[in-house]
């Protein structure tokens, strides 16, 4: 049996989903966005074996939604059905599935492949890499690149000390951080309220921990860099990063990622999702090239998922809607090339 998932059971939930972005916690944030949030659950003897959290996104000036299931496992034949009944329901032109599931462990059942199409239009990347914490500190650091060891060492050398802050002032620290690196290297960010409504719903639970690079004493204190990681389920994750142009020739964010490594043991993580990464043979003209070299200098692995999917009962509807997505992907390319 299907049904909606009641709040009750939000402990047996969180303890079947897999990731984060799965997590009764996320619908709760995503649900204070003013974002549609349905709680799909499978039940075998009355014991929930499967979850699925949705979320229903409108297209403009339409009456038509997009559905996005990310970071779930590989759904079963049943859980495809209702998932289509809950399109129809929604008038979604499609539900988009992530997978959280490594490319060469996709055995999805028959009944499962014909009724998702490759999606055109991918939200996550393809890859990240993946750093398993099970082993010593020692072997973890014997692995990274030379280099990477060398920036370690120099950051602790010169003083920068790493410290979990989940207060309030350290949390505006951490916006302001983002707001100066935002502009800094002109990618795009969530919003002020977005990161705020993530932050009030994900850390009172422990899912989100904000750990601080600071530097110097009293009136001469600075905070560097400031991340905010999940840890889910026995899982690191590093979802969000900020830094400042000050003292970066001492390192700040080598000994954060390091330090970040090392909290995850130290709370039981067994391993470390970096949230994403470029191919294995990326673009050094790529935007994205300095944050990958950064992440592989720690010795971590590329994994490539399984792929982004769509299920729909709208072919046609879906066509055209993929053919409008192609031709305002051409005009943004076209319209960044003449800045």
Do not use: C
Not at 273 to 291: I, N
């Amino acid at each position: 049996m299907i049904r909606i998932v009641e709040k009750n059971e939000r402990v047996a939930f969180n303890k079947v989903a897999g990731h984060p972005l799965q997590s009764w916690e996320w619908g709760e944030f995503r649900l204070k966005t003013g974002i549609d949030v349905v709680r799909l659950g499978r039940y075998v003897k009355d014991k929930l074996t499967e979850t699925a959290l949705v979320t229903f996104h409108p297209v403009p000036f339409t009456s038509y939604s997009i559905g996005y299931f990310p970071k779930g496992k590989i759904p079963s034949g049943e859980l495809i059905r209702k998932l289509t009944e809950l399109g129809d329901q929604k008038n979604a032109i499609l539900i988009k599935l992530e997978p959280d599931i490594e490319k060469k462990d996709f055995h999805a059942g028959v009944d499962v492949v014909k009724h998702l199409l490759p999606s055109p239009h991918p939200l996550f990347t393809r890859y990240t890499f993946r750093l398993d914490l099970t082993a010593s500190e020692d072997l973890l650091l014997s692995a990274m690149h030379p280099k990477t060891r060398y920036n370690i060492r120099l950051s602790q050398k010169k003083g920068i000390r790493i410290i979990e802050d989940n207060s309030p002032e350290a949390f505006e620290t951490y916006l302001q951080l983002l707001k100066e690196t935002t502009i800094r290297q002109k990618f795009f960010a969530h919003t002020e309220k977005y990161h705020r409504l993530m932050w009030e719903t994900m850390h009172p639970t422990g899912i989100a921990r904000l750990l601080l690079a600071k530097h110097g004493g009293g009136e001469d204190e600075k905070v560097l860099v400031a991340w905010i990681v999940f840890l889910f389920n026995g899982v690191l994750y590093y979802p969000y990063g900020a830094s400042s142009l000050q003292l970066r020739q001492f390192m700040p964010s080598n000994l954060m990622m390091w330090e970040v490594i090392r909290y995850g043991k130290k709370h039981g993580a067994n391993l470390f999702d970096m949230w994403g990464a470029l191919d294995p043979d990326p673009d050094p003209k790529d935007p994205w090239y300095g944050f990958h070299k950064f992440k592989e200098g720690y010795g971590a692995k590329l994994t490539e998922f399984a792929g982004s999917f769509d299920l729909t009962a709208k072919p046609l509807t879906y066509r055209l809607f993929n053919g409008l997505q192609q031709l305002r992907e051409i005009y943004l390319k076209l319209k960044a090339s003449l800045r």
